[in-house]
């Protein structure tokens, strides 16, 4: 154990299992095997392998090539988890929150800005190589999972959360959150208030607000699935949903908007708003539309209805053959869309809006 009066310090534990405390001061502490170090009072630098806790003070602290457990303390704090399995904390003071900076490094790492804290902190929290787990808790922060399975949380504030690049899971929680899945198959939720959720490249899940049971309130929000064939849900509120590419499902918005491929739109009880995309290719498959409720909801189109050949086609609707509605480009013959279980004499011009 080694313990110094007040000023700034230096302390290097060097081999042996040794407890530095730098008291006052901006002080620097060294470990080595499985030390603790307390930095204290003021803007310290602490790094080795063990136990680090910068205490009060705008701290640095870098951890090593093991599994180690690095606590910020009150103020803004950069923690660096190095390699290995490390767990990050940014502020663990009651109504105390700084804006910190925290790099999990390789190895699967927890990352987790502010525990307790009344306010919160922005803070940027990085995970990097690894499957991570990381908790943004209150202020608005930025979250990035990097390489990993990760599992992002971004909790109170106006988050952003940043998959990378494999299956991540990126839950929004209450604020205004931007959600950006990533490269491959990911499960994202909004959460409360109105989020914008782009899922990225792969096969992705999105919902736009959380589990009723959980939350009572729904935002507008913003849902684009981008590449591969993605599964949207707009939840409660009024919900713009874009597919993207990719043949895509799509639930709850009052607007929705296939895009590229056959999509499968499902609008819910409201009144919905059925963008029908022109690929401008003869032989394209149009969306298919599952509820569009006649006289309630609406299907936008940059074509007038004479430019438009409504046709009825039957199809196999759980093993049924259902008389459905065709609408496509009489000029080329592209299909716009399928109307499931509506007939062709139920389609009128009022059923058109234009985009």
């Known amino acids: 154990m080694r313990c110094v009066r007040p000023g700034a310090d230096t302390l290097d534990g060097g081999e042996g299992e040794d407890v530095l405390y730098g008291g006052a001061g901006n002080d620097s502490l060294v470990g080595g095997t499985d030390d603790d170090l307390f930095g204290g009072d003021g803007n310290d630098i602490l790094s080795g392998e063990g136990f680090l806790y910068g205490e009060a003070g705008s701290d640095t602290l870098t951890g090593s090539f093991f599994g180690d457990t690095l606590y910020g303390g009150g103020e803004s704090d950069f923690i ?44 940027s929290l990085l995970g990097e190589a690894g499957d991570d787990e990381i908790y943004g808790y209150a202020g608005d922060d930025f979250l990035s999972g990097g390489d990993g399975l990760d599992y992002l949380e971004g909790g109170d504030g106006n988050d952003f959360l940043d998959g990378g690049l494999d299956n991540s899971t990126l839950l929004g929680g209450a604020g ?48 684009n699935g981008q590449g591969g064939n993605d599964s949207l849900d707009g939840g409660a509120g009024v ?61 936008g189109t940059g074509f007038s209805f004479t430019a438009l050949t409504v046709s009825r086609i039957n199809l196999n609707i759980n ?33 058109f809006t234009s985009v």
């Open 80 to 123: 660096d988890g190095s390699l290995s399995d490390d767990f990050l904390l940014g502020d663990d003071t009651l109504g105390v929150a700084g804006a910190d900076t925290l790099i999990g490094g390789d190895g699967n790492d927890t990352l987790k800005g502010d525990a307790d804290s009344l306010s919160g902190g922005n803070d």
């Open 176 to 223: 205004l959150d931007t959600i950006i899945g990533g490269l491959d198959q990911d499960l994202i939720e909004g959460g409360e208030s109105a989020d914008s959720l782009l899922g990225g490249d792969g096969d992705d899940i999105i919902y736009g607000e959380g589990d009723g049971i959980e939350n009572s309130l729904a935002g507008n929000d913003f849902l």
């Open 239 to 299: 919900d713009r949903v874009l597919g993207g590419l990719g043949s895509d499902t799509l639930f709850g918005g009052e607007d929705l908007v296939g895009q590229n491929q056959r999509d499968t739109l499902t609008g819910g009880g409201s009144v919905d708003y059925f963008e029908l995309e022109d690929s401008g290719l003869s032989g394209q498959p149009g969306d298919y539309i599952s509820d569009f409720q006649n006289g309630i909801d609406f299907l």
């Open 319 to 351: 093993g049924v053959s259902t008389g459905s509605t065709r609408i496509a480009v009489t000029a080329t013959g592209e299909e716009l869309a399928v109307l499931g279980g509506v007939l062709p004499g139920q389609i009128t011009e009022t059923d």
